[in-house]
């Protein structure tokens, strides 16, 4: 199978152009009666379909960390995902704790980001021991926050601690510091 | 030609063949129906009635032109799919109120993958990449919506989107449970 096109010719990209609603009118028809004509991009498109579930399946159990925006966090919680959020300024510092039965912890860190590029997180703990660090976070010129998810069975597994949130970035040719915030984290609580 | 073969042996004796086109169209059907109903139940539904009347016309000598077999499904899929709709919304209202919307399972041969293992490549992607794929297949966003959330052109989202599957099933390797392709069609 070539890596861009069928046998025939059709485009591996305007499949999944398809499956996403991106190909619309005359140019969705035709592809639909090319996937019942052609068994390779039936194929490739079930294959692509069973990732999409995967990766819904992956998010909806809360499997990985990510950095998301408002429409996932909306759609997770119409799914029943079970989210604890906090909202921090750049330099404050607040208690936060995981309950037994929150699925996802979002952090939600504002942040003056203009002119930035190269944005990265990294979660360590006060004596600087690395938990996660997370590269190139997608932003735009408009953006004023960046919105962290983290499974919270793996901050359950955290002891009582102070953790830090570094943000950083490029500017001016320069790696810089954008912003820091503080968790005192209490640990695991129970009702 | 299985379709040519089911037309022409007498009604419900082309077994094997009957079969096969099942093989062949079902995941098919059932890609039309998740697209257009966005409901795995009423996809399953859907293949079963597509193919009901399909078997039924092949038998009765009723489909005019059977080498254009994926035509017909397809027409025949439009038009149940649409028929669908209409009770779609009170289904949905049902599903809704009763029932978790994401338990229905895909059908027991449908291509899988294993979930650790499409963590892990998640995992490799690069961040802008990975959200692209979120948005796309768990928030259910067009390009042009995906685009206005990460603030960059709809062209780079679909470059992105097609370029983080390629890697994507790089990565994942062969699915869990595949059907063997078998013929053109």
């Excluded at chain 1, 943000?167 to 510091?177: F, K, M």
Aim: net charge neutral; aromatic share 6%; charged share 25%.
């Amino acid at each position: 199978m070539s890596v861009e096109r069928c046998g025939r010719g059709a485009s591996f990209a305007d499949l999944v152009d398809y499956w996403a609603g991106d190909l619309t009118g005359a140019d969705a028809a035709q592809l639909e009666a090319h996937l019942f004509e052609c068994a390779e991009c039936a194929k490739y498109l079930e294959e692509v379909v069973a990732l999409g579930h995967a990766i819904g399946e992956g998010m909806r159990g809360a499997h990985f960390q990510s950095i998301v925006t408002d429409s996932v966090l909306n759609r997770l919680s119409r799914d029943g995902v079970r989210i604890r959020s906090y909202a921090f300024e750049p330099g404050q510092t607040i208690p936060c704790s995981v309950w037994p039965d929150d699925d996802l912890v979002v952090s939600r860190l504002r942040a003056d980001l203009t002119g930035y590029t190269n944005v990265g997180l990294v979660l360590a703990r006060e004596d600087g021991v690395e938990m996660s660090r997370i590269v190139d976070i997608p932003i735009g010129p408009e953006t004023t926050e960046i919105i962290d998810a983290v499974p919270a069975a793996r901050l359950r597994a955290v002891p009582s601690c102070r953790l830090r949130l570094v943000l950083s970035g490029t500017r001016e040719g320069r790696e810089q510091v954008i912003a820091e915030y503080g968790l005192e984290h209490t640990g695991t609580e129970t009702r | 030609m299985l379709a040519e073969t089911i037309a022409s042996a007498p009604a419900g004796t082309a077994t094997d063949a009957e079969a096969e086109l099942y093989r062949r169209f079902a995941p098919r059907i059932r890609l039309f129906g998740l697209k257009h109903l966005r409901d795995e139940a009423a996809a399953q539904d859907l293949v079963q009635q597509v193919f009901i009347v399909t078997l039924e016309r092949l038998r009765a000598g009723a489909v005019r032109n059977v080498e254009a077999i994926g035509s017909f499904i397809l027409g025949t899929s439009r038009t149940m799919a649409s028929a669908q709709r209409k009770v779609g919304s009170r289904r949905t209202a049902l599903l809704d109120r009763f029932d978790d919307r994401n338990a229905m399972a895909p059908p027991i041969d449908a291509v899988t993958f294993d979930l650790p293992r499409v963590v892990r490549c998640l995992d490799t992607l690069p961040l802008r990449d990975r959200t692209i794929l979120i948005l796309t297949f768990y928030a259910d966003k067009p390009a042009p919506e995906i685009a206005a959330e990460l603030q960059i052109a709809p062209g780079a989202v679909r470059v992105a989107r097609s370029r983080a599957l390629a890697r994507m099933r790089e990565c994942v390797g062969a699915p869990d449970k595949a059907r063997p392709t078998g013929g053109s069609r």
